[in-house]
């Protein structure tokens, strides 16, 4: 039985990742975890003061928030599943969660439609380097990686 | 033993907390003596001369701004050792005193002052009779002209690249105005040395440009903001709005929007649509529609909210201090602008979201919703007491401090002490909490906005649009809120309302009628409603962007601008319309 990783932020794009990710959960019997990360570098943004980690904390109870919902959508088709919230580097902490879970597969989303190739690319870019660091198959749902 | 070092090494530790507080108390008490105990004008001093013969006048720019610090010197002949000699008030004036002893045929003027063409004088034959029949000669105004040299044309060049790093983010901001000081010192002391039309200003003269009460006030305020925000009082709040509106979107985003604009004025944006925005996002999940049409309503009333007070926006705080407005003073002749502004946004907001707020709630499950509501809950009810108790003591020092004259920095930093002394003691994390940043930028911006002034690119801007609008108030005011509004979208509105208050001040002063301070209302109308125009018009937008990109909900430019842009048309219009009723 494998362990499969869905990187989700929540979203409507998101949702179509989720699903995907919980189908193949479904068919494969695997044990599927939703993941998600707490990044604050936006508060570069913010020029004034802030505490920085009352913003993160509210941001990490929005990131459960979305994950909840993903494990609710999962337990109506059926399917048990976990979430983990980290914070830090959103690749890093995705590469050390992976190496940390055993995870067997990593669903990542593709951008939303309004979003650029350039972001693609990206997504792309981000695949090969799990592929590269942790040696675990990476799938973008609709996405053929080469 | 051990116990009696334990207690001492205690009460050491007690000591060496309660340092910075007794020293930051004893400046305050050094501020304080000082404004009471100023020393008497120059004039009265020389007033005690004994002598017959005074001679009266008033220095002033092309523009009739008055100048200061222009020596002015009385001679018996041209060129020849002066008999007296004086520097001009900040209000221009000067005062020259000729002894009994000189019997006088013939005086001469000599007014001289750093950046200005020097002006020789001869006093005329009516001129010298008046004088000696009356003992007192008041002359008319004697004009300066500006020179325009190297170091005019040096710091307009600085002034414009810090502006230029600013806009486009090459350089933080605070390290673009630290370049433009650094320059601007380089080219005024080092230059200067090489070749006289360099020098600017030396030290202390700049550090006359930087505001105090700003730096202090913002302080205050980041300390008293950053203890509030520990209590969970504005995800409280955003949660309340979510119960009231009893499954209604329309009135949730109403609600969202009025706890916004009130929490803004009272503290500031930026923190309040930080904390707010992640919780608002979960509730329009929980409602089923998407979280933009939450998040950008608020952002927006969020923007406009901040201009009802003095300490709602960096850039009233920046208007208040350098045109000495009270907290009073923005609540009798901005709020209710305010007021009417955000009922046009609310018919703005309910017109464009129409759509989605008449969508069916899709509704969560009682376990979502009870994670809502635990993610909402108060962190601290005591701490949550004391900082609300602070807090009302402070806004009433802020309301009723004028007449006991406590300016609202100090009332600010004393809110700060109370909050930390009784709320929250751990002085280590709250001095993190001061964007240390934030007010260095300040402090080089305002060196750097004294140095243009010094040189005369502000009077020269000022003039330029006196005669654009061509000394008609009701057209300097439109201009001055629009101009503000256009380019407080494009551009930081910080940077943009310090260079503008001089040339507000100059407006103020040439502009028959302007002499109330509405000018400055209007800069301030305009640069914090055109804030909303664009993503990058505000921090509070970047933010809100940030946290609702981090849920899946990106915030395009292209989407902030299809929204922001016509609020921003609506409320600076509706804004513009308040200050006309207002003031003509």
């Known amino acids: ?146 | 033993m051990d116990h009696t070092k334990v207690q001492a090494s205690a009460t050491r530790r007690g000591i060496k907390r309660l340092i910075p507080w007794l020293c930051l108390l004893a400046i305050i008490a050094m501020w304080t003596i000082a404004r009471f105990d100023a020393a008497p004008p120059a004039h009265a001093q020389e007033g005690e001369n004994d002598s017959h013969h005074a001679i009266a006048g008033r220095v002033v720019d092309e523009q009739g701004t008055p100048v200061s610090e222009a020596t002015v010197r009385l001679t018996l002949e041209e060129g020849a050792e002066p008999t007296d000699e004086t520097e001009t008030q900040p209000d221009g004036s000067f005062l020259l005193l000729l002894p009994d002893s000189v019997e006088p045929h013939n005086l001469y003027l000599e007014v001289n002052r750093l950046h200005f063409a020097g002006q020789h004088i001869k006093l005329e034959r009516p001129d010298m009779a008046e004088l000696q029949a009356e003992g007192t000669l008041v002359l008319d105004d004697i004009v300066l002209a500006r020179r325009l040299g190297i170091s005019f044309w040096a710091t307009t060049a600085t002034f414009v690249l810090m502006l230029v790093l600013i806009a486009t983010e090459r350089l933080h901001k605070t390290l673009a105005a630290l370049l433009a000081v650094a320059i601007i010192f380089t080219v005024s002391l080092v230059g200067g040395g090489i070749n006289d039309n360099l020098y600017v200003f030396d030290f202390e003269h700049a550090l006359e440009f930087v505001d105090f009460d700003v730096i202090f006030l913002l302080m205050g305020m980041m300390i008293v903001i950053g203890v509030i925000e520990e209590t969970g009082i504005f995800q409280w709040l955003a949660y309340q709005a979510y119960r009231l509106s009893r499954g209604h979107v329309w009135l949730l985003s109403l609600i969202l929007m009025s706890v916004t604009a009130i929490t803004s004025a009272m503290l500031d944006n930026v923190t309040t649509m930080l904390l707010m925005a992640p919780i608002s996002l979960q509730i329009a999940l929980a409602v089923g529609i998407n979280p933009l049409a939450l998040l950008i309503p608020q952002v927006l009333a969020s923007n406009v909210g901040g201009l009802a007070t003095l300490v709602g926006e960096p850039t009233n705080i920046l208007i208040g201090s350098y045109a000495g407005f009270s907290f009073n003073d923005f609540l009798v002749h901005l709020t209710p602008g305010v007021v009417l502004a955000l009922l046009g946004l609310f018919g703005y907001t309910l017109l464009r979201y129409r759509k989605q707020y008449m969508q069916h709630s899709a509704g969560l499950s009682p376990a979502l919703l009870a994670r809502l509501k635990h993610n909402a809950e108060i962190q601290d009810i005591d701490k949550l007491k004391k900082a609300g108790i602070v807090f009302g003591g402070l806004l009433l020092l802020f309301i009723f401090g004028e007449p006991l004259h406590l300016p609202p920095a100090i009332a600010a930093i004393i809110g700060a002490v109370v909050m930390l002394l009784w709320v929250h003691p751990d002085i280590e994390q709250m001095m993190g909490v001061v964007d240390w940043t934030t007010l260095i930028f300040f402090i080089g911006l305002f060196i750097v906005i004294g140095a243009v002034e010094e040189v005369g690119l502000i009077s020269l801007t000022a003039g330029a649009i006196g005669r654009l609008v061509a000394g008609n108030l009701p057209l300097a005011m439109l201009a001055v809120v629009w101009l503000a509004a256009i380019i407080s979208g494009i551009v930081d509105n910080v940077p943009f309302t310090a260079a503008m208050l001089p040339v507000v001040a100059h407006l103020s002063a040439i502009i028959p009628g302007a002499g109330n301070n509405m000018l400055f209302y209007a800069l301030a109308v305009g640069a914090a409603m055109g804030g909303n125009t664009t993503l990058i018009g505000a921090s509070a937008n970047l933010v809100t962007a940030g946290i609702s990109d981090r849920a899946g909900y990106p915030i395009t430019f292209k989407r902030f601008l299809a929204i922001g842009l016509p609020s921003v048309l609506v409320t600076t219009t509706l804004g513009t319309i308040w200050l006309f009723i207002h003031f003509f």
């Open chain 1, 1 to 146: 039985m494998g362990k499969i990783l869905c990187a989700t932020r929540g979203g409507e794009a998101a949702i179509e990742t989720q699903e995907a990710a919980i189908r193949r959960a479904i068919d494969q019997n695997d044990e599927l975890i939703f993941f998600y990360v707490v990044d604050i570098e936006f508060l570069v943004h913010a020029a004034y003061a802030l505490r920085s980690d009352i913003v993160e904390e509210e941001i990490d109870k929005m990131g459960e928030f979305l994950l909840a919902m993903a494990v609710e959508r999962a337990e109506q088709q059926g399917k048990q599943a976990t979430a983990i919230v980290r914070h830090g580097n959103f690749i890093e902490e995705l590469i050390k969660t992976v190496t940390e879970e055993g995870i067997t597969l990593v669903v990542l989303g593709r951008p939303a439609n309004d979003r650029s190739r350039f972001e693609l690319e990206q997504v792309k870019k981000l695949a090969r380097r799990i592929v590269d660091k942790t040696g675990t198959e990476v799938w973008i749902p609709g996405i053929e990686l080469p």
